[in-house]
């Protein structure tokens, strides 16, 4: 069976899924088969596999700098909230149903032996594996039913490093207080390591002393601040900053690009390409004054496509993007952005609620309907119309698919073909209306050539000159991974982490 480490944090954010991904590399350039875990998930960032199973964003990201292809097991719980409906629940890659909290907690030791299962998989297969709690695990009203973090941790005889989050304030508070709520349940806990450091060292050594000597755990590590690795994040939490602006970039040399901040955006991640180009002012908001000096807006994936277009109209957003689109300004939706911007969307059997029947923004020339069965897929195919994106020529893209429904109408924006299914289906998917368009495919912007063809468009559009070469996401962001693995290992005690797994 493999060694194991695991990696729980104060609260959400405090840096769990990072710091786990960069011990997956480390121990990997150390020739340890490595992969990571996390038991139950909850956000609305997922990635599809293979094999077309949904997991979290996170552990695709784990995997990805364990270097090695990311499965079901690597996240058997993942949960969606879908607000009143409470969270669609899926499990082993596959949508269960949507349950609220008391139901699903109801079923917990069915879920436990699912999580176990999956577990027992990746430890029969790999040297080491690196598991990641949720949230805080002094969560004491819920330590009953608790799945992913001491549970979890105990499930799999793994020691526990607790992680801190000092940029909030109270980090030594929340140590302590962490392990003084757990009592007895903390003793998995070996060491601390204190994340997000800015300032000078010297003057946090004192509380480090205490707080090893009130908490009788050694501190591993403080890890140092930083931003801007370009690699995805789990949770809508990394949007507490809504804009990025290149640094040493002017107003008219940049392309102002908003996305349209929904309360149920989902899969947001999509846009992380674009802050690698130097030339993208990159904007979450969900203001009229925003779309107004936009260059290029991006209407996102949705949990809730009908809730989220009521919010459009609520807020007078459906009559600002007619007039962005009626000014020449490109508008793209992704999945359940392009349902939006269909006709009309129908929901016969209520997967989304009591309306059977909404009008869209009628933008696009195509109605969808919700079903039951939620398609999952990695995808590739070529472009059909060039056209819609400033291409003298189409060419082959990648990418996946993640929704509910299907459309019909004046699709060609592209010709795919599922590669997750048990044998590959061809379809046409998209559509496009002057210059607006949609399309279910998500990954879309990592796909370079074209990332840079819909940006030169806006650039085109506001008098700037076309850029011949942009970025590739791919190399950034393994320089992304490696520049985090260099960050963990100069400023935490390796050796101390090793012992502590008997590596």
């Known amino acids: 069976m493999a060694r194991c480490l695991m990696i729980q944090g104060t609260g959400s954010g405090a840096g769990k899924s990072l710091i786990a991904a960069a011990l997956c590399r480390i121990l990997s350039d150390l020739g340890y088969d490595v992969a990571p875990f996390k038991a139950q998930n909850m956000a609305l960032n997922s990635f599809i596999t293979k094999e077309g199973g949904e997991i ?30 409470g969270s669609q629940v ?93 009592g007895r349940q903390a003793g998995p806990i070996k060491g601390l390591i204190i994340n997000k450091f800015r300032g000078d060292r010297d003057i946090l050594d004192p509380g480090l002393a ?22 995805p994040e789990e949770d809508s939490l990394s949007l507490a900053c809504q804009r990025w602006t290149p640094p040493g970039a002017s107003e008219n040399e940049t392309v102002r690009v908003v996305v349209v901040r929904l309360p149920y955006l989902s899969n947001f ?38 809730c989220d277009l009521a919010y459009l109209r609520l807020r007078g957003l459906d009559e600002a993007l007619l007039r962005a689109v009626g000014r020449g300004v490109g508008l793209i939706g992704i999945c359940g952005g392009f349902q939006m911007m269909g006709r009309k969307i129908f929901d016969p059997l209520g997967v989304e609620g009591e309306n059977k029947e909404v009008e869209g923004l009628g933008i ?56 997750s299914e048990g044998e590959a289906i061809r379809h046409r998917d998209g559509s496009r209306s002057g210059n607006a368009w949609g399309t279910y495919l998500h990954g879309i912007f990592e796909n370079d050539f074209l990332r840079r063809a819909i940006i030169n468009q806006a650039r085109s559009n506001k008098g700037l000159p076309p850029l011949k070469k942009g970025t590739n996401y791919r190399e950034l962001k393994e320089r992304s991974i490696e520049t985090l693995a260099r960050l963990v290992r100069e400023n935490v005690n390796l050796e101390s982490v090793l012992k502590i797994m008997k590596l």
């Open 56 to 85: 979290g964003r996170a552990q695709a990201l784990q995997a990805e700098a364990a270097r090695i292809e990311p499965t079901v097991d690597m996240n058997p719980i993942l949960l969606k909230a879908s607000g009143e409906m």
């Open 90 to 182: 899926i499990i082993q890659g596959r949508i269960h149903g949507s349950m609220k909290a008391k139901d699903y907690y109801g079923i917990h030791r069915d879920l436990r032996l699912k999580v176990r299962e999956s577990f027992d998989r990746l430890a029969s297969r790999f040297d080491v594996v690196i598991l990641e709690g949720a949230g805080s695990p002094a969560e004491i009203n819920l330590l009953k039913v608790d799945l992913v973090n001491m549970a979890m941790a105990r499930e799999a005889k793994a020691p526990v490093i607790l992680v801190g989050d000092i940029d909030k304030g109270g980090v030594f508070a929340s140590l302590l207080g962490t392990i003084k709520l757990l």
């Open 210 to 231: 205490q707080i090893e000597e009130k908490t009788r755990r050694p501190v591993l590590g403080v890890i140092p601040y930083f931003s801007h690795l370009n690699l």
């Open 269 to 306: 991640t999509d846009f992380d390409p674009l802050l690698a180009e130097d030339d993208v002012e990159l904007i979450y908001s969900a203001n009229r004054s925003d779309l107004a000096t936009a260059d290029l807006i991006i209407l996102p994936g949705t949990k809730k496509t009908a």
């Open 364 to 419: 696009l020339d195509v109605e969808s309907v919700f079903q039951k069965v939620k398609i999952t897929s990695r995808c590739e195919g070529r472009i059909l119309d060039p056209e819609a994106f400033g291409l003298a020529a189409g060419g082959l893209v990648t990418g996946y698919e993640i929704h509910m429904g299907t459309s019909t109408g004046d699709l060609g924006l592209f010709e795919l073909t599922r590669l």
